[in-house]
């Protein structure tokens, strides 16, 4: 009689060792997956923190490009914008012509002199401007007030927002011929005025508030560029650079 073979044993994992293999490979490809996520997460938080250097670590980069949350206080004296921030704007050249003599934090003393206002930070500066468009250098004085504090039963924006209207009423007083005026497309509100001053020179005004600081931009072209004049366009372009930068940089500078 001949012995009948035993048939063959069938191929693979079974049982406890099949799944434990299985498991085994769906923990790999899950790893593998949480890995790649962590990865792609790696990536983002090292671009997102890069853009929230300090001006040490990137020169030229002052708070206004920074990307983060405004700040839950502010002590005396941390927000001077003419001594930090214009000169490290790098879309505008600018030298600076006053000695920084007007900065004022009621913080440390002085009076807000705004109707509503416990705590105001306040400058005034000028400066050289030298536009992009490479023409004759302009005069340019930029001044802010910025509501950091209000009295009691006030809110900061709504004082400062009464406070934009009033130098508004008022914004092309210096002026001696006035080719367009109206509102502007910069900030929270704002208010342009574009003609000319008593010798000729063309004259640019912007009037923004953004939260609770108004700011005003003021260009005016020296003598050399009488003859040809500066485009309202032109000085509007210098402006929006100057609104954008600011416009970060007080979100982030004023308390919330």
């Known amino acids: 009689m001949v012995d009948e073979k035993a048939p063959p044993a069938k191929q693979g994992l079974h049982g406890w060792r099949a799944a434990v293999a299985v498991f085994g490979c769906g923990s790999v490809a899950a790893f593998g997956v949480f890995g790649i996520l962590i990865g792609i997460a790696s990536i983002f938080l090292n671009f997102a923190s890069s853009g929230v250097q300090s001006e040490s670590d990137e020169p030229g980069a002052g708070p206004a490009e920074q ?93 400062a927002a009464l406070r934009f209207e009033d130098i508004r009423s008022d914004i092309s007083s ?23 001053g008593s010798q000729g020179q063309s004259i640019y005004i912007a009037l923004v508030q953004t939260r609770s600081a108004v700011y005003q931009i003021r260009f005016e072209a020296r003598d050399d560029a009488l003859v040809d004049g500066v485009s309202e366009n032109e000085f509007e372009n210098e402006a929006r650079k100057i609104s954008n930068f600011l416009g970060h940089g007080f979100e982030f500078w004023i308390p919330e």
């Open 67 to 159: 990307i983060g949350e405004a700040r839950s206080s502010l002590e005396a004296g941390q927000m001077n914008v003419c001594e930090d921030n214009l000169d490290h704007l790098t879309t505008i050249t600018t030298t600076r012509q006053d000695e920084g003599e007007n900065f004022v934090d009621t913080a440390s003393g002085g009076d807000p002199e705004i109707d509503g206002a416990e705590r105001v930070v306040r400058d005034d500066c000028l400066w050289t401007i030298t536009p992009s468009s490479n023409s004759t250098p302009w005069d340019f004085r930029f001044s802010y007030e910025a509501v950091i504090d209000a009295t009691e039963g006030e809110e900061s924006e709504q004082v």
């Open 174 to 196: 210096g002026l001696t011929d006035v080719e367009s005026e109206g509102e502007a497309e910069f900030g929270d509100a704002s208010y342009s005025v574009y003609g000319s």
